[in-house]
C-alpha cells in the first residue's frame, strides 16, 4: 500500500471563494484521482490526475470549477472554485501503486457557508 | 457508462449471524469487483476484491462471490462483530479504463448485541 496524506483536513469556507486541497504520497504511485463524497452519499470520481498533462474529467465536472495539477508522481492538487454551499463534500484523492488496487487518503471536509 | 446498484441500503444483524450485501453491475466488460469499509468520519479501507477470472474468494471471515452471467458480486460476512458495522461499498471498474472505479450507493450494516 502507499502513506497518503491530505491537507487541509478540513475547511470552512465562504461562497466565491477557492480552496486547495493538497496530496501527498510517500511513494511513486502509477494512478491519481480524485473524488467527491457527498453527506450521506456513495463516491463520485470527478477526474484522473494525469502527471504532466491536463486532467481527464468525468461527466458533469469541469476544469474551471475544479482545476487538478499533478506536478510529479506523489502530488496532487484539487482547486474546488467559486465555491457555492452545494460543493460541501469530503474530496478525497486515491492511488493505484500496482495493478488495479486503489486506496484513498483521508479526506478533506469542506463546509461553505 | 458503468452502473453499480446495491442492496440493501441498510441491513442490522445481530452479533455472530451473518451479513450478505449484493451488487449488480451493467456492464459486461468489468472485470475488477472491490469492496470498501468506510467507518464513521474515516476513509474508505479496501477489504476484500476479485477478479472476473475468479468465481469467489475468502479472506477469514469475509468472502466475495461474483457470476459474471448474472453481472452480480456479493459480499458475505460470518460471524458478524461490532467492530463491522460501518458502511460497505462495492466497485467495479475494467481494464483499459485506467483504474476508474464506479461505486455503489453503499450498504450501513449494523451489528447489534
Known amino acids: 500500500s502507499a502513506v497518503i496524506s491530505q491537507k487541509p483536513s478540513r475547511d470552512i469556507c465562504q461562497r466565491g471563494t477557492s480552496l486547495t486541497i493538497q496530496c501527498q504520497v510517500d511513494?511513486?504511485?502509477?494512478?491519481m484521482f480524485w473524488y467527491r463524497q457527498q453527506p450521506g452519499q456513495s463516491l463520485t470520481l470527478i477526474a484522473t490526475?494525469?502527471?504532466?498533462?491536463?486532467?481527464?474529467?468525468e461527466s458533469g465536472f469541469v476544469i474551471d470549477k475544479f482545476p487538478i495539477s499533478r506536478p510529479n508522481l506523489t502530488f496532487s492538487t484539487l482547486t474546488v472554485s467559486n465555491m457555492s454551499p452545494e460543493d460541501s463534500s469530503i474530496y478525497l484523492c486515491?492511488?493505484?501503486?500496482?495493478?488495479?488496487?486503489?486506496?484513498f487518503g483521508p479526506g478533506t471536509r469542506l463546509l461553505v457557508l | 457508462g458503468e452502473n453499480v446498484e446495491q442492496h440493501p441500503s441498510t441491513l442490522s444483524v445481530q452479533e455472530g449471524d451473518s451479513a450478505v450485501i449484493k451488487c449488480t453491475y451493467s456492464?459486461?466488460?468489468?472485470?475488477?469487483f472491490p469492496w470498501y469499509k468506510q467507518e464513521l468520519g474515516k476513509r474508505p479501507q479496501l477489504i476484500i476484491d476479485?477478479?472476473?477470472?475468479?468465481g469467489e474468494k475468502k479472506d477469514q471471515r469475509i468472502a466475495v462471490t461474483l457470476n459474471k452471467t448474472a453481472k452480480h458480486f456479493s459480499l458475505h460476512i460470518t460471524e458478524t462483530q461490532p467492530e463491522d458495522s460501518a458502511v460497505y461499498f462495492c466497485?467495479?471498474?475494467?481494464?483499459?479504463?485506467?483504474?476508474?472505479?464506479?461505486f455503489g450507493t453503499g450498504t450501513r450494516l449494523q451489528v447489534t448485541l
Open positions: 466497485a467495479a471498474s475494467k481494464t483499459g479504463t485506467a483504474s476508474k472505479l464506479t
Open positions: 511513494s511513486q504511485v502509477t494512478m
Open positions: 490526475a494525469n502527471q504532466g498533462s491536463e486532467a481527464t474529467y
Open positions: 476479485i477478479r472476473s477470472n475468479v
Open positions: 486515491s492511488v493505484v501503486v500496482v495493478g488495479e488496487t486503489q486506496y
Open positions: 456492464d459486461s466488460a468489468s472485470n475488477y
